[in-house]
């Protein structure tokens, strides 16, 4: 072609029997406006001096605008890094009853806020409540969208243009933008601090609680670890002290577990009976961090309390949805049945020996025919257990550009998310579902013909 006006309208291209495809699959008007896109395009590059191209590569530009402008960004992938809790992959996978759960409840309609036997309106904040009551003793619970958000709740809910007591040491960033001293300030509560930035003790508290604040807010160091010179009063204390000055304790608990890590050979993290059983008069966490269910933020206590948080405007406003309470729900009721570790997908990974492992990562090496088995580290993530692994077996791979195959893995279908140590390229099977093994093995290979 030479000059413009022997560019194809849109009118023309429309004619192509690919183009006629890509209607059906791509709907007209978005097929009209990738062919407009790429006709600019063309004339803009052709102005600066590139010749015209001929209407075969007009037609697969179209193509491949489509493909881009409607692939996923939100994608499975596979996670072979051995971060259980990967945040950015993430974090808890659903087991297969809260996803049968969420699937249900996602394709029709639900008694979300209906009361079957009444035959009229109800309460949403029902469906996971009961269970989080058995589960843990509470009073009362209220689930909404995420704990930073739970968080918010109890501070502007309980304590706005009041006093909030929190030690020093426990002034945490979790990380996406939640700082306890932000949060406190967006709440309209005020930081009221104690103690230092290594220590805090029971007479620092004693002294706050004089200025009649609204509460005490206790806060897990979730992500990282002070040593040395430290202490800190244990929780039954604060909640005495608490309690004869009438102010409520509250813990931000972030991972909360309902199992005891301990029995995995990790550090024992605070479980939220213990929270609770020390006198906490609420306690929050997350949906998808130990407990191995989805994004939700749970609060769990005190009747009175809970029920005046339900009636704030930011309850509604944070407020989960039924996907979530299904998922939840479901999460919760392996708990109740004493089979969260052979059921949730985190403790089937937490609990997995490095036997088991070790067999899988040599059954990959085997199928590929190349590499080593060799012992590593798994850690928990996602703000859980700072610091503390789990011996693993790793499949190690040692490939000429190892930053370049790892591009390859993440380029697969789906992509293959592994890492790299030592200047090899290692995968983790503990993060590997079981039932990925296979598309793990064909990506390997495809990767490696290709490098
Ligand atoms: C993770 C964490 C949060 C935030 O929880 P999300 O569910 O991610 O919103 C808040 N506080 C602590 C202590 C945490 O560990």
């Known amino acids: 072609m030479t000059d413009l006006r022997s560019l194809p309208s849109v009118e023309h291209l429309l004619q192509a029997p690919e183009i006629k495809g890509w209607t059906g699959a791509f709907g007209r008007p978005l097929t009209v406006d990738a062919i407009r896109s790429v006709l600019d395009e063309v004339r803009a590059q052709y102005q600066a001096g590139s010749p015209l191209p001929d209407q075969a590569s007009l037609i697969r530009r179209v193509g491949a605008c489509l493909e881009d402008w409607t692939a996923p960004t939100l994608r499975p992938v596979i996670n072979a890094t051995g971060v259980v809790l990967h945040t950015n992959l993430g974090r808890s996978p659903l087991s297969r009853d809260a996803a049968r759960a969420v699937v249900e409840t996602a394709l029709g309609y639900s008694t979300l806020e209906y009361d079957l036997k009444k035959g009229k309106r109800g309460s949403r ?26 968080v918010l709740l109890v ?16 002034l945490v960033e ?4 939640f700082r306890v001293p932000d949060v406190m300030k967006q709440s309209g509560a005020r930081l009221l601090e104690v103690g230092t930035t290594n220590r805090v003790h029971l007479d620092d508290y004693e002294q706050a609680l004089e200025e009649a604040p609204a509460l005490i807010l206790h806060a897990h160091r979730s992500n990282f670890r002070i040593v040395g010179f430290t202490s800190e009063p244990p929780l039954a204390d604060i909640a005495r002290v608490a309690h004869q000055a009438n102010v409520p304790l509250v813990d931000d608990l972030g991972s909360g577990s309902l199992l005891d890590t301990a029995r995995y050979g990790l550090e024992h993290e605070p479980l939220v009976t213990e929270s609770l ?7 929050c966490f997350s949906g998808d961090k130990l407990l191995g269910g989805p994004q939700a933020g749970i609060i769990v206590g005190r009747a009175d309390l809970i029920s005046r948080l339900k009636k704030h405007p930011l309850a509604r406003a944070l407020r989960a949805d039924k996907l979530c309470l299904a998922a ?56 859980s257990l700072p610091g503390e692994t789990l011996p693993t077996y790793l499949l190690a791979l040692s490939v000429p550009h190892s930053n370049r195959f790892l591009d390859r893995l993440r380029q697969a279908n789906p992509p293959l998310i592994a890492r790299l140590q030592n200047d090899r390229v ?11 093994d296979d598309q793990v093995l064909q990506i390997l290979q495809t990767a490696l013909r290709s490098g």
């Not at 996971?128 to 009362?140: F, I, M, V």
């Not at 501070?155 to 706005?160: F, I, K, N, P, S």
Request: charged share 20%; net charge negative; hydrophobic share 45%.
């Open 155 to 170: 501070l502007a809910g309980l304590a706005r243009r009041r006093a909030v007591v929190v030690a020093r040491s426990q």
């Open 328 to 383: 939840l729900s479901a999460t919760l009721l392996h708990y109740l049945k004493d089979e969260a570790e052979a059921k949730i997908p985190i403790w089937q990974m937490l609990s997995a020996s490095p036997e088991q492992i070790r067999r899988r990562a040599e059954a990959w090496c085997r199928g590929i025919d190349q590499g080593e088995v060799i012992p590593g580290e798994s850690t928990v993530g996602g703000g």
């Open 125 to 150: 904040l029902v469906h996971a409540e009961a269970l989080l009551c058995r589960l843990t003793g509470a009073e009362g619970a209220l689930v909404v969208n995420n704990n930073a958000g739970a």
């Open 277 to 283: 059983a020390a006198g906490c008069d609420l306690v």
């Open 426 to 436: 290692v995968l983790d099977p503990r993060t590997v579902l079981e039932d990925q």
């Open 174 to 177: 979790i990380g996406g933008g």
